[in-house]
């Protein structure tokens, strides 16, 4: 399958004051679309040529693994972005809760991983196999797919992701950032890792998935 530079859910100026129209423009136009087309070159011909994006980032490495995860990581990232903040759903809300006291809380949180993870990567809010919150920093193009955990927000803190905005202020951009979060989008993956059956096989990390 040829796989495609997502539709971003707004346009290249919608984000401004917080991320520039040109930040979108080289952010989403060229490392983005870079990643998409270096991916399809380098699965021609191979065993992941038809495999779904996901399926790759569990199965593959090397090259194919860094493009593949940084075109969904990309897609996770602003699909994760809107103008409309959007609403914490009640189950969202309980997790948060339970896991950090407040939403206020779980940003500091998320905030100090990110201030801390060296050099580039993701960070990510995530479901875990015991189905409870966790934040996760992952370098360069990994991300939680692979240990099993369903991601339901994802921060860019590689420098092409704010630069131009912030130049090496990474906390800023980070402060900033939190205007955009899309609690919708948030709320959805939550849904969706509910249909799976915690806890998960501790040996195999296999989840059952439910109706």
């Given at each position: 399958m040829t796989h495609t530079l997502m539709t971003l859910p707004f346009d290249s100026s919608a984000l401004e004051p917080y991320l520039s129209k040109e930040t979108l423009e080289y952010h989403y136009g060229k490392h983005h679309a870079g990643y998409v087309t270096k991916l399809n070159a380098l699965i021609k011909d191979t065993a992941y040529e038809d495999m779904e994006l996901e399926e790759i980032i569990k199965e593959a490495d090397g090259a194919i693994f860094n493009n593949a995860a940084q075109v969904y990581n990309h897609d996770f990232y602003f699909s994760g972005m809107?103008?409309?903040e959007g609403t914490i759903s009640e189950d969202l809300a309980l997790l948060i809760s339970e896991e950090f006291v407040s939403v206020s809380a779980l940003k500091e949180a998320f905030t100090e991983v990110a201030l801390g993870l060296f050099g580039s990567g993701w960070v990510w809010l995530c479901v875990n196999k015991a189905g409870k919150l966790v934040i996760e920093a992952h370098t360069n193009a990994s991300n939680p797919l692979r240990s099993g955990h369903t991601p339901l927000l994802t921060c860019d803190v590689?420098?092409?992701a704010y630069y131009i905005?912030?130049?090496?202020?990474?906390?800023?951009?980070?402060?900033?950032?939190?205007?955009?979060?899309?609690?919708?989008?948030?709320?959805?993956?939550?849904?969706?890792?509910?249909?799976?059956?915690f806890p998960c096989d501790e040996n195999s990390g296999a989840c059952e998935y439910v109706a």
């Open positions: 809107h103008v409309e590689w420098e092409h905005d912030y130049r090496n202020a990474r906390a800023e951009y980070l402060e900033k950032w939190w205007n955009l979060v899309n609690w919708d989008f948030v709320s959805q993956n939550l849904v969706r890792a509910k249909y799976i059956k």
